[in-house]
């Protein structure tokens, strides 16, 4: 039988999935790459491991949300990432629908 942390930690994953999203968009207007974004994200009260987040941004990269460019020119190759032009109107609706959702639950909360 679990206990009740256990559950809890369980849960608090299930929800930081769903969330990670928002963070890691919020932080792509300008250009940055994996290790400055674990960092700022980081600084901001989000903690994500960077094989979690490499996987993250190449399935966005993908969906067509970001875009990446290599930079070459320091001694250490770094592929940058950016919201695309979609990918800054996917993050303004998911912000929308975040806010609702808050509201929601928090009406909910309110009236237990």
Known sequence: MSSVKETI????????????????LSQLSEPQYGYSLVAILEEKGISIDPGTLYPLLRRLEK???????????????????????????????????????????ENIIEQS
Do not use: A, F, H
């Open 63 to 105: 969906q067509e949300l970001l875009e990446s460019k290599w930079d070459t020119n320091e001694t250490r190759p770094r592929k940058y990432y950016l919201l695309s032009p979609m990918g800054k109107e996917v993050y303004e609706q998911l912000c929308l629908e975040w806010k609702s959702m808050i509201s929601s639950v």
């Open 9 to 24: 930690s369980g849960l608090m994953q299930e929800l930081r999935r769903g969330t990670i999203i928002i963070g890691v």
